[in-house]
């Protein structure tokens, strides 16, 4: 029986691990979890996990009121919160869904409390991939990732001898614009980039899904999961999003994970540390995985993917700048202060203004984050 804490069950990766953790019982209870500011979903979730003995909110308001209302749960508060709640909270397993960069400094404490991180927070990988391996190769901790694109190569690795591996093909959607040109985005509005074709996501990951950043993103993750240099991943158009990544063997057979575009499946694979059954879909071609439909990436249409790229071959802290004005810049798109085709271009502003660093610590990154912020909201606000 595993013990969880789940940060970010109010989230939609938040509430299908819910799900999961209460369709196997036998195998799961859930003792904590975080949701931010939707408190309101607070008591449906105290009763269907009982279990659960520490909670964690956005704000000391709502964590005062908590602790009057439930005074045998141990509440806290705030990004200190979230550390003290891995500290503190009995769990074997955490789940980390958080989005964007807040998700950071919970994943490296996860592995320095030695738990088997569970995560799904893109953010930890791509700004501060060098730490937590870092920690892993110490011996601290586990990690599973839930992103279904990860699993799916995890799981297609599994299968082969990495001397026979020649590229991963990772799947993207091309989001909500994917039938548009360049030209034609110019002035569309935050409801039209929120109306995903396939997937149902949160409003931030919906836009990086449509400026294709999340992909970018991707690739970064699959080097610092698999050690597979970005070079030998290659970004591939799906209409369906059912195949959810592939791999060409030496040979050039195709394996492929194969299921319909829902998020239950992925987290079930790390919560159960990766013990799902599992059959890859040979073909010798793309052609053999009819009915589904496949296209060449274009980077000239979907600038966002080499942008991140050069980002993360420069290394240092590029990656923490690249996240960072990507936030903010997505953020003002969906509070309208900003076009969707500027979103790049902040992040291109952004990585050409603020001071590199190299070797960058954990403080460093903070320290990047705090300024990239700073420069990316003053620019866009002059």
């Not at 931010?36 to 005062?64: T, W």
């Not at 690795?157 to 990495?162: A, E, G, Q, V």
């Not at 936030?327 to 509070?335: G, K, M, S, T, W």
Request: proline letters at 5%; one cysteine or more; charged letters at 25%.
């Amino acid at each position: 029986m595993k013990k969880v804490l789940l940060l970010g069950a109010s989230g939609s990766i938040g509430t299908q691990s819910l799900d999961i953790i209460e369709a196997h019982p036998d195998r799961f209870t859930l003792t904590g979890f975080s949701l931010g500011k939707r408190v309101g979903m607070i008591p449906d979730f105290l009763k269907r996990f009982p279990s659960v003995q520490y909670l964690c909110v956005s704000n000391a308001i709502d964590a005062e009121n908590l602790r009057k209302t439930y005074p045998d749960l141990k509440v806290f508060h705030g990004d200190e919160g979230l550390v003290s709640i891995i500290e503190e909270c009995p769990s074997d397993m955490v789940i980390n869904a958080l989005v964007g960069f807040a998700g950071l400094v919970p994943s490296v404490a996860s592995l320095e409390e030695n738990k088997i991180l569970c995560l799904a927070n893109k953010e930890s990988l791509v700004v501060g991939g060098s730490i937590i391996n870092g920690l892993l190769t110490e011996g601290k901790g586990k990690l599973w990732p839930i992103d279904s694109e990860h699993v799916a190569i995890a799981k297609l690795l599994s299968c082969i001898d990495r001397h026979d591996l020649k590229r991963v093909l990772i799947t993207a959607s091309g989001g909500s614009f994917r039938k548009r040109s360049r030209a034609e985005l110019v002035g569309v509005t935050k409801e039209d980039a929120l109306a995903h074709p396939t997937w149902s996501m949160g409003a931030k990951i919906t836009i990086d899904s449509a400026t294709m950043m999340n992909k970018g993103f991707e690739i970064i993750e699959a080097d610092v999961l698999f050690g597979i240099g970005v070079d030998h991943v290659t970004p591939l158009m799906h209409d369906e999003s059912y195949v959810h990544s592939l791999i060409e063997l030496q040979d050039g057979t195709l394996l492929a994970d194969v299921s319909k575009p829902d998020m239950h499946g992925p987290i079930e694979y790390a919560l159960m540390e990766g013990d799902v059954p599992f059959t890859p879909v040979k073909g010798k071609c793309l052609a053999d995985y009819q009915p589904y439909h496949f296209h060449d990436f274009d980077p000239q249409r979907y600038p966002a993917v080499p942008l991140a790229l050069a980002s993360h071959r420069r290394g240092g802290n590029s990656n923490a700048i690249l996240n960072a004005a990507n936030e903010i810049a997505v953020y003002a798109f969906l509070e309208g202060k900003l076009p969707f085709l500027s979103i790049e271009e902040e992040v291109r502003y952004a990585l050409d203004t603020v001071p590199f660093t190299e070797k960058p610590t954990l403080e460093d990154l903070l320290l990047t984050d705090k300024l990239t912020r700073e420069a990316v909201s003053n620019h866009i606000g002059g």
